[in-house]
């Protein structure tokens, strides 16, 4: 199985609790070196996009998730060094995620709770205010 299709199995049960938007497999195949992923014995466990907003040097987390059956044994904390791994390389200076449910999970790992008016404009134009999803930023440093 490919990687893409890995990563739409992976994020469907959390699509269908609401607590990921839903994606395409086109859409994940299309943008899959947004991707970092964890895998286990070739198995894709854990993954997150990290996009390119296209102003203000900001990288936008999506699809952040870890399988079901992996949970609580700190694959967030090594995916989450992936993803900053990722945002370094991209010369992001900031990264946000957009999140109805673990906001005490990304203030531990040093996110800001933000307002809408800090989004990229671009991505404040998208924002789905019926969602009414948290805003959590996170500057990118070398000390990360």
């Known amino acids: 199985m490919d990687t893409a299709q890995q990563i739409l199995d ?3 049960p959390f699509v269908a609790e609401g607590r990921i938007l839903p994606r395409t497999y ?3 195949s299309d943008n899959i070196a947004d991707f970092v992923i964890l895998e286990q014995s070739g198995i894709v466990i854990a993954c997150a996009g990290l996009k390119n907003c296209q102003e203000g040097g900001m990288g ?3 699809a952040l998730a870890v399988s079901k ?4 044994q700190g694959i ?3 995916l989450m060094v992936k993803v900053m791994q990722k945002a370094k390389v991209d010369n992001f200076s ?3 995620a957009l999140s109805k449910h673990n906001a005490l999970w990304f203030l531990k790992q040093g996110f800001v709770q933000m307002e809408i008016s800090e989004l990229p404009k671009n991505r404040q134009k998208l924002f789905d205010h019926q969602r009414n999803s948290s805003i959590f930023f996170k500057g990118i440093t070398n000390a990360n």
């Open 26 to 28: 086109a859409q994940i």
């Open 69 to 72: 059956n992996m949970q609580n």
């Open 60 to 62: 936008e987390i999506y």
């Open 94 to 96: 900031k990264i946000f």
């Open 76 to 78: 967030s904390d090594k």
């Open 10 to 12: 992976l994020i469907a």
